[in-house]
Every structure is written in structure tokens, then in C-alpha cells.
T-cell receptor, first 114, second 115 residues
Framework: GENVEQHPSTLSVQEGDSAVIKCTYS??????FPWYKQELGKRPQLIID?????GEKKDQRIAVTLNKTAKHFSLHITETQPEDSAVYFC?????????????FGTGTKLQVIP | DAGVTQSPTHLIKTRGQQVTLRCSPI?????VSWYQQVLGQGPQFIFQ???????GRGNFPDRFSARQFPNYSSELNVNALLLGDSALYLC??????????????FGEGSRLTVL
């Protein structure tokens, strides 16, 4: 089965600095890689995603890169703000013949220090 | 528009009991999936249903079962509860997994405590 490793487990940055979270996956058939932000006591919310036929995607201060050969993908947050503080989860999604399986990483707790 | 709704929001059960959790997807969404999130960990995939058919199953024992109804709502059942089943159970809906849009819209979850 799929295995998704996520690092680091905790990350503290000063406001305005950049934050990078990395994930690796094992199943080469995984073809969709979303990132979710979960604030304390709230539901996970999609912040950005990337498909296996794309190497990089950017949305304002957030970007995701994918290296299919190495089976890793990363989340980059620039100009961090206190409201970016949350737990971030990566996920690897396999969709083959309409059959789905999603594997989440273990999460990264990001703290942005004002 | 209403988002994904789940009930109950909190419940307490004792070991050996059975529990049923309910989920209503976003209007127009035909696929529902269930996840177990233990405190401090990422969500673990349990099931996905689309058009009332099972389309995905995670590594959970047979004590876990689910179904989807004609109105696309879904129930997750867990029998013979164990202490380790204590977790937040998240339901998520997607428009159509076959189109590979992928985005999951999560509900607020049902927090189950097993004593």
C-alpha cells in the first residue's frame, strides 16, 4: 500500500520568513497530491493541489512542487503570517479505474512567530 | 449553500457497543468518503462511496462498514467498539471522483470517545 512520509513534524518560523514542508510517497501510481490546512478543532481545508503531469503550481504565497522521479512533493509558504499557523497535511491520491485511495501524511505543525 | 454535515458531533460509547455516524454531502456531490483522525495524526482513509457503490477501502477491520443511500448521504457503522476507536471521524464529499477533480470537502467531524 501507499506510504506517505511528511517532514518536519513541527516548524517554527518568524513572521515574514518562508516555510517548507516536504513529503515523500511510495506508490508510483499516485497521481494527485493535495495539501490541507487544519486549524485547531476545525476541519481540514484544501489550500493547494498538484497533479502528476505538472511539476509546479503557485497560488499567491503558496506553491507546491512535485518530483515524480524521486516521489516527493513540497509545500512552500512565503512571507508567512501568524494566521498561517496551523497543522498542514500532505496527501497522495490514487485514482485508477474509478477506485480511489487517499493516504495522508502525519502532519506538520507550523507556528509563525510575530 | 450547506457544506458537508455530520451527526452527531460528539458521542461517548463503551467498549463492545456499536455506533452509527451520519453524513450528508454537499448538494450535487455524489461521492462520500470517511476518514479516522486520531489526535495528533493525519486522517486515515476508511471508505469511499460513489453512486452507492464502494469505490475504495482502507486498512480497517471488518468491524467498520458503510453504505450510501439514494440521496447520496452515508452512514459509517463501527461494531464491537475498542478503546482505540476513539477518534475524530471525518466525512468528505467530492463532485465526481471519475473526473479526477479530487478536491475533498470535509465536514466538521464526529468525535467518538470509547470508554
Amino acid at each position: 500500500g501507499e506510504n506517505v512520509e511528511q517532514h518536519p513534524s513541527t516548524l517554527s518560523v518568524q513572521e515574514g520568513d518562508s516555510a517548507v514542508i516536504k513529503c515523500t510517497y511510495s506508490d508510483s501510481a499516485s497521481n494527485y497530491f493535495p495539501w490541507y490546512k487544519q486549524e485547531l478543532g476545525k476541519r481540514p481545508q484544501l489550500i493547494i493541489d498538484i497533479r502528476s503531469n505538472v511539476g509546479e503550481k503557485k497560488d499567491q504565497r503558496i506553491a507546491v512542487t512535485l518530483n515524480k522521479t524521486a516521489k516527493h512533493f513540497s509545500l512552500h509558504i512565503t512571507e508567512t503570517q501568524p494566521e498561517d499557523s496551523a497543522v498542514y497535511f500532505c496527501a497522495a491520491w490514487r485514482n485508477s479505474g474509478g477506485y480511489q485511495k487517499v493516504t495522508f501524511g502525519t502532519g506538520t505543525k507550523l507556528q509563525v512567530i510575530p | 449553500d450547506a457544506g458537508v454535515t455530520q451527526s452527531p458531533t460528539h458521542l461517548i460509547k463503551t467498549r463492545g457497543q456499536q455506533v452509527t455516524l451520519r453524513c450528508s454531502p454537499i448538494s450535487g456531490h455524489k461521492s462520500v468518503s470517511w476518514y479516522q483522525q486520531v489526535l495528533g495524526q493525519g486522517p486515515q482513509f476508511i471508505f469511499q462511496y460513489y453512486e452507492k457503490e464502494e469505490r475504495g477501502r482502507g486498512n480497517f477491520p471488518d468491524r467498520f462498514s458503510a453504505r450510501q443511500f439514494p440521496n447520496y448521504s452515508s452512514e459509517l457503522n463501527v461494531n464491537a467498539l475498542l478503546l482505540g476507536d476513539s477518534a475524530l471521524y471525518l466525512c468528505a464529499s467530492t463532485l465526481n471522483p471519475d473526473t479526477n477533480t479530487g478536491e475533498l470537502f470535509f465536514g466538521e467531524g464526529s468525535r467518538l470517545t470509547v470508554l
